[in-house]
Every structure is written in C-alpha cells, then in structure tokens.
Nanobody
Framework: QVHLVESGGGLVQPGGSLRLSCAATGRIFAINAMGWYRQAPGKEREWVATVTIIGNTDYADSVKGRFSISRDNGKNTVYLQMNSLKPEDTAVYYC?????????WGQGTQVTVSS
C-alpha cells in the first residue's frame, strides 16, 4: 500500500507563486512516476505534470513555462513549483504515484488564485 500526503496549497493573488509538496510512504518500487492532476469546480480531473524516477518531465500545455515539477527520490517526495498563477489555475491539486500498473492518489490540496 502507498500513502500520499500533499501540502502547500492556499490562496494567492494572480501572478503569484505557490509550491506544492507531496510525500509518499509505504511500498514504493524502484521504477515509478509521480505527478500532479487538478480538478476545478464543475470540471473533470485533468493531468498537470509528471516526473519519472530518472527525472524526465512532461507538462500540460496550459501550464508549460509556468509550472515546474521535480522530485527528491531519497525522500520519495514530488514538488510542483507554480509561478505566474492565473485564476483559471484554481482547483484541487492531487498528487499521484504510478507503479506496476496502478495509480495511487493523495487527498488533494486546494489552490485558489484570486485578488
């Protein structure tokens, strides 16, 4: 079993920055990918970014150039640095870990971008 705990969400003004963190514990395999999804009110959950165990990254077009994903393998922790935030980035952000064909989810952290 894998347990994911996110932190770092909150309220920020447009143009501001936030850094999300997600720590994974439990039975974590050597080969995995970690990443972030988000879900805005009334919308489906959408993929945001992924980082593999060797550090390869990929981003949704909507966040490319503004968000940066990274990980610390020694701590089994993934980070999402969010810059130049827009009101449309407002959502619950979910951390996930993918290994051996299964995707584990965190409980989510709220990010609100508003003046």
């Amino acid at each position: 079993q894998v347990h994911l705990v996110e932190s770092g969400g909150g309220l920020v003004q447009p143009g501001g920055s936030l850094r999300l963190s997600c720590a994974a514990t439990g039975r974590i395999f050597a080969i995995n990918a970690m990443g972030w999804y988000r879900q805005a009110p009334g919308k489906e959950r959408e993929w945001v970014a992924t980082v593999t165990i060797i550090g390869n990254t990929d981003y949704a077009d909507s966040v490319k150039g503004r968000f940066s994903i990274s990980r610390d393998n020694g701590k089994n922790t993934v980070y999402l640095q969010m810059n130049s935030l827009k009101p449309e980035d407002t959502a619950v952000y979910y951390c996930n870990l993918y290994q051996s064909g299964y995707r584990y989810w965190g409980q989510g952290t709220q990010v609100t971008v508003s003046s």
